[in-house]
């Protein structure tokens, strides 16, 4: 019997052989913030934690309650000491700190003018560069990118939009309110969600948009049900929160 070869759409992706799951054993690594973090912040079991009891992935957590876009190449760079060459795929959920933080979006180019031989005449062309650094968000996508592509270039990597925001108390000096206000450069956590989106073309990655597909939506009191506490946290899930969160993602995986 011809066998149906059903494959994520992504270079490297991995496939789901004739509706079996190819996931069963894989290494997925996992970069991230506070939703991704192993000390389990507002929730006992994370999506991770989901996606392993569904799908059979092996979790390589390395997401750190507070980290920003930033601090994910750190990240990476310990996942390249510690699994050089046994990592399956990466997953990176960050992003919803940055705007926390007040980042500017930035660019992702810089555009130059060079003489270059072009169908041997020498012209000036104009040519864009990445634009590397922490300073904005976009910059330190690229860091991030950068370092995954050249660390890991045989791996699939997946980006994950941030969820909706609720709001949140941690302390007098933490208290965060929810998406419906912008940070205080005027931007919207949609901005930052549409970056990432953005960053699925311009490095050749697949972007799951568990801010669109993962049905969480705490700016409305009946989704306190998926969320750490309806008074002070509707930022971080709970048990049925992170649950949605990876029906999301297995949804996509099994998809062709």
Avoid at 115 to 133: C, E, H, I, P, S
Avoid at 241 to 254: V, Y
């Amino acid at each position: 019997m011809r066998k149906t070869i059903l494959c994520i759409i992504a270079v490297g992706a991995l496939c789901v052989y004739g509706g079996e799951n190819a996931w069963s054993g894989k290494k997925v690594a996992y970069l991230g913030d506070s939703i991704t973090d192993a000390r389990h912040i507002g929730c006992t079991s994370n999506y991770w934690n989901f996606l392993e009891a569904k799908l059979g992935i092996v979790p390589l957590v390395y997401g750190i309650n507070g980290h920003q876009m930033k601090h994910l190449v750190g990240q990476a760079e310990k996942l390249k000491a510690e699994h050089p060459d046994d990592v399956d795929a990466i997953f990176v959920f960050a992003g919803t700190n940055d705007y926390n933080a007040n980042t500017p979006l930035g660019s992702w180019y810089e555009e130059t003018t060079e003489t270059v031989n072009r169908n041997g005449k020498q012209v000036a062309l104009k040519r864009r560069n990445f634009v590397y650094g922490e300073a904005t968000f976009r910059g330190r996508i690229n860091n991030l990118m950068k370092v995954l592509r050249a660390s890991f270039p045989a791996q699939p990597v997946y980006l994950l939009t941030p969820i909706h925001r609720g709001y949140a108390t941690f302390g007098a000096s933490n208290v965060q309110p929810d998406e419906s206000y912008a940070n205080e450069i005027g931007e919207y956590i949609d901005a930052y969600v549409n970056a990432i989106k953005e960053a699925g073309n311009v490095w050749a990655v697949t972007v799951i948009d568990i801010n669109a597909e993962s049905g969480l939506f705490p700016l409305f009191a009946s989704h306190a049900r998926f969320f750490n506490n309806a008074q002070t946290d509707m930022l971080h899930p709970n048990n049925a929160g992170h649950e949605r969160i990876a029906e999301a993602i297995a949804a996509r995986l099994r998809s062709p």
